[in-house]
T-cell receptor, first 118, second 115 residues
C-alpha cells in the first residue's frame, strides 16, 4: 500500500529557531500533499495544500511566511516553521494524495511530527 | 462549505459490546465521507470511505458505516468491541468527487474499551 513517512518524528527546538519537517511518499508519486496541524485532544486542521512545482495554497489564518512549504519533487514536501515560538508547539501531520483505484484519489497520512518549542 | 459533526467526544463500551460512533455531515454537493482511526502519537489510518457507491461500506478491523442521505449521517459501527479498538476516531468529508481534495475533519471521538 501507499506509505508516507515524516522526519523527524519528534523535535524540540528553542524559541526563535527554525525547524524543517520532511514528508515523503515512499512508494508512489504525489503531485499534491497536505499539511495539517493537530493540537492536543483536538481535530486536524488543514494548514496548506502543497503542489509539486508550484506555490502552496494556504488556508485562511495560516501565515505563509511563518510556515514555509516546499514541494520540490513528486515524493518530497517540506514544512519549515520559521522563528518558532512556544505557541507553535503542536503535532504536524502530512498526507499525500494518490490514485486509489480508477479515477478515485485518496489521502495517505504520515505518522506525524511532534514539535515542542521551549 | 462542508462540515462534520461528531456527537460525543468520548464513548466507552465494554469489550464485546456494540460500538456506535456518530457522524453527521453538511455538504452542498454529494460528499465523499471517511472514517479514520488515530492511535496515540501516530498519524491517521483509513478505516473506510463512502464514494457514492454502496451506502453500506465495510472497512478494516470489522468496522462498517452506512451513508444515510435523508439523515445526513455516516455513523460508524462494529458489532463487538475489542480492546485494541481503543483509539481516537475521526469522521471527515471531502466535497470534491473523483479527486479527493481537502478533507474537513470532525472533532473526533475517543473510544474507550473496558473489560
Amino acid at each position: 500500500g501507499a506509505v508516507v513517512s515524516q522526519h523527524p518524528s519528534w523535535v524540540i527546538c528553542k524559541s526563535g529557531t527554525s525547524v524543517k519537517i520532511e514528508c515523503r511518499s515512499l512508494d508512489f508519486q504525489a503531485t499534491t500533499m497536505f499539511w495539517y496541524r493537530q493540537f492536543p485532544k483536538q481535530s486536524l486542521m488543514l494548514m496548506a495544500t502543497s503542489n509539486e512545482g508550484s506555490k502552496a495554497t494556504y488556508e485562511q489564518g495560516v501565515e505563509k511566511d511563518k510556515f514555509l512549504i516546499n514541494h520540490a519533487s513528486l515524493t518530497l514536501s517540506t514544512l519549515t516553521v520559521t522563528s518558532a515560538h512556544p505557541e507553535d508547539s503542536s503535532f504536524y501531520i502530512c498526507s499525500a494524495r494518490a490514485l486509489a483505484g480508477g479515477s478515485s484519489y485518496e489521502q495517505y497520512f504520515g505518522p506525524g511530527t511532534r514539535l515542542t518549542v521551549t | 462549505a462542508q462540515s462534520v459533526t461528531q456527537l460525543g467526544s468520548h464513548v466507552s463500551v465494554s469489550e464485546g459490546a456494540l460500538v456506535l460512533l456518530r457522524c453527521n455531515y453538511s455538504s452542498s454537493v454529494p460528499p465523499y465521507l471517511f472514517w479514520y482511526v488515530q492511535y496515540p502519537n501516530q498519524g491517521l489510518q483509513l478505516l473506510l470511505k463512502y464514494t457514492s457507491a454502496a451506502t453500506l461500506v465495510k472497512g478494516i478491523n470489522g468496522f462498517e458505516a452506512e451513508f444515510k442521505k435523508s439523515e445526513t449521517s455516516f455513523h460508524l459501527t462494529k458489532p463487538s468491541a475489542h480492546m485494541s479498538d481503543a483509539a481516537e476516531y475521526f469522521c471527515a468529508v471531502s466535497e470534491y468527487t473523483g479527486t479527493a481534495s481537502k478533507l474537513t475533519f470532525g472533532t473526533g471521538t475517543r473510544l474507550q474499551v473496558t473489560l
